[in-house]
């Protein structure tokens, strides 16, 4: 089964500077695909960045851009320049187009912004 | 608006009671799926359906039930069996072709509270 772990409960980071967040999977798949969801309090999830496993250019949308390293089953996702906006729960989640078709998530990164 | 619509946004039930939480869907989606979110265990299939007429047990099947009697609707049903229904519940739709993983779409949510 896949599984997806986000070892950081929480984080915080000083405005207009850069985070990291971390997110670990397993899978036995060779073709698949990982995101990243924003839940902001109003709770709607929000796709910031998804990555292809057969591509291996890393994925980038604006300031958000993602660290991925398919050997390590690693996926992280970095943010520039954080904005205040940016406080919300951050979700990896792993899916693949075969199999059972279902995005499995991890449990989430509380994100906060220090002004 | 093309979206998923939830409801209610929160709903109360009494211990022992049946209470079934509304999901449809106008995007001519094929594929729904119920996750339940509790903190600090990001989210966990429940249920989720891929054709009209057919559906299959998440990861957290037990307590709950649903039905997939129209293309736009997937309502879930939290039963007496249900231990702790206290939980944000999500529902999902999205296209069955390949790569629309990444066209997941989610409703706003339903807080159930057991009073």
């Known amino acids: 089964a896949q599984t997806v772990t986000q070892s950081q409960p929480e984080m915080s980071v000083q405005e207009a500077e850069t985070v990291t967040l971390s997110c670990t999977y397993d899978?036995?798949?060779?073709?698949?695909?990982l995101f990243w969801y924003k839940q902001p309090p109003s709770r709607q999830m929000i796709l910031v960045i998804r990555?292809?496993?057969?591509?291996?250019q890393n994925a980038t949308e604006n300031r958000f851009s993602v660290n991925f390293q398919k050997a390590a089953k690693s996926f992280s996702l970095k943010i520039s320049d954080s904005q205040l906006g940016d406080a919300a729960m951050y979700f990896c989640?792993?899916?693949?187009?075969?199999?059972?078709?279902?995005?499995?998530f991890g449990t989430g990164t509380r994100l906060t912004i220090i002004p | 608006d093309g979206g998923i619509t939830q409801s209610p946004k929160y709903l109360f039930r009494k211990e022992g009671q049946n209470v079934t939480l509304s999901c449809e869907q106008n995007?001519?989606?094929?594929?729904m799926y119920w996750y339940r979110q509790d903190p600090g265990q990001g989210l966990r299939l429940i249920y989720y359906?891929?054709?009209?007429?057919?559906?299959q047990k998440g990861d957290i099947a037990e307590g709950y039930s649903v039905s997939r009697e129209k293309k736009e609707s997937f309502p879930l049903t939290v039963t007496s069996a249900q231990k702790n229904p206290t939980a944000f519940y999500l529902c999902?739709?999205?296209?069955?072709?390949?790569?629309?993983?990444?066209?997941?779409?989610f409703g706003q949510g339903t807080r159930l509270t057991v009073v």
């Open positions: 899978t036995s798949e060779s073709d698949y695909y």
């Open positions: 995007l001519n989606h094929d594929a």
């Open positions: 990555q292809e496993a057969y591509k291996q």
């Open positions: 359906s891929q054709i009209v007429n057919d559906f």
């Open positions: 999902a739709s999205r296209r069955r072709e390949v790569l629309s993983l990444a066209q997941t779409f």
């Open positions: 989640a792993y899916g693949a187009d075969f199999g059972n078709e279902k995005l499995t």
